[in-house]
Nanobody
Framework: QVQLVESGGGLVQPGGSLRLSCVASGRIDSINAMAWYRQAPGKQRELVAGITSGGSTNYLDSVKGRFTISRDNAKNTVYLQMNSLKLEDTAVYYC?????????????WGQGTQVTVSS
């Protein structure tokens, strides 16, 4: 069993910044990829940013240049620094991680953290 706990969401004005964190704990031998997804009301969940264990990253086109994903492997933690936030960034943001523990591979999701961009 692995738990992902997100934090850092909240209400921010357009142009503002937030930093999301996600800590993984439990039966973890290694974590391969970690990622942030988001889901706005009435829309499908979409991949915002991902990062591999080696540090390779990928981003949704609409957040490139504004969001930065990073991870601390020693702490099993992934971050999402969000700058120049726009109204359309409003969504529930979910952490996702893929890894191995106790001889089996796993994929887990966090419970989600609300990000609201509003004036």
């Amino acid at each position: 069993q692995v738990q992902l706990v997100e934090s850092g969401g909240g209400l921010v004005q357009p142009g503002g910044s937030l930093r999301l964190s996600c800590v993984a704990s439990g039966r973890i031998d290694s974590i391969n990829a970690m990622a942030w997804y988001r889901q706005a009301p009435g829309k499908q969940r979409e991949l915002v940013a991902g990062i591999t264990s080696g540090g390779s990253t990928n981003y949704l086109d609409s957040v490139k240049g504004r969001f930065t994903i990073s991870r601390d492997n020693a702490k099993n933690t992934v971050y999402l620094q969000m700058n120049s936030l726009k109204l359309e960034d409003t969504a529930v943001y979910y952490c996702n991680a893929e890894g191995y523990g106790a001889g089996v591979s796993w994929v887990y999701w966090g419970q989600g953290t609300q990000v609201t961009v509003s004036s």
